[in-house]
T-cell receptor, first 114, second 111 residues
Framework: EAGVVQSPRYKIIEKKQPVAFWCNPISGHNTLYWYRQNLGQGPELLIRYENEEAVDDSQLPKDRFSAERLKGVDSTLKIQPAELGDSAVYLC????????????FGPGTRLTVT | SQQGEEDPQALSIQEGENATMNCSYKTSINNLQWYRQNSGRGLVHLILIRSNEREKHSGRLRVTLDTSKKSSSLLITASRAADTASYFCATDDGGSYIPTFGRGTSLIVHP
């Protein structure tokens, strides 16, 4: 079974530029999460999807971040414009549903904003 | 704010020794999960323990949960160099089932 796929794995951009991350969850997983992880910290939830509906986006900085999950399968997270403080690893995870389910994480995208 | 906090922040042991790390949280939970993260494999789920459970085992891993003290511990027995990683506990807030991760414990196992 294929795991959670993310691309790109690494991205270096200058501040004020846009950037997008893509995630393909495990087949059949209805719930998709985007996390941000800063160095030395645990993952911080940005947004959670149940199928195509964003059901928890309270931690998403909506002035510059946006996300979509068309057709309830793969998802894209966008930052526009990027700031120096956005440098982090962006993790995507999926699970069969919400509740007592483990999350399966992708390898992450390491973003460096210069 | 983060729900769970791991202790210690860093742990260094010799191969073959046991490693114990703890997680404390603030509000009632439905479940508590432990994850491992290393550079090779990313974040991997280890164990999920429900609020009505007190202990679970998986191979060399043993997790306990004390809801009266709002704390959990992860014990790794007979540690190996390959156990070197950061270990995170993730707790929900008792309502939404959304896991919140702590800062993690960095474990180094010396061969």
């Amino acid at each position: 079974e294929a795991g959670v796929v993310q691309s790109p794995r690494y991205k270096i951009i200058e501040k004020k530029q846009p950037v997008a991350f893509w995630c393909n969850p495990i087949s059949g997983h209805n719930t998709l999460y985007w996390y941000r992880q800063n160095l030395g910290q645990g993952p911080e939830l940005l947004i959670r999807y149940e199928n195509e509906e964003a059901v928890d986006d309270s931690q998403l900085p909506k002035d510059r971040f946006s996300a979509e999950r068309l057709k309830g399968v793969d998802s894209t997270l966008k930052i526009q414009p990027a700031e120096l403080g956005d440098s982090a690893v962006y993790l995507c995870a999926s699970s069969p549903g919400t509740g007592a389910y483990e999350q399966y994480f992708g390898p992450g995208t390491r973003l460096t904003v210069t | 704010s983060q729900q769970g906090e791991e202790d210690p922040q860093a742990l260094s042991i010799q191969e073959g020794e046991n490693a114990t790390m703890n997680c404390s949280y603030k509000t009632s939970i439905n479940n508590l999960q432990w994850y491992r993260q290393n550079s090779g494999r990313g974040l991997v789920h280890l164990i999920l323990i429900r609020s009505n459970e007190r202990e679970k085992h998986s191979g060399r891993l043993r997790v306990t949960l004390d809801t009266s003290k709002k704390s959990s511990s992860l014990l790794i027995t007979a540690s190996r160099a390959a156990d070197t990683a950061s270990y995170f506990c993730a707790t929900d807030d008792g309502g939404s089932y959304i896991p919140t991760f702590g800062r993690g414990t960095s474990l180094i196992v010396h061969p």
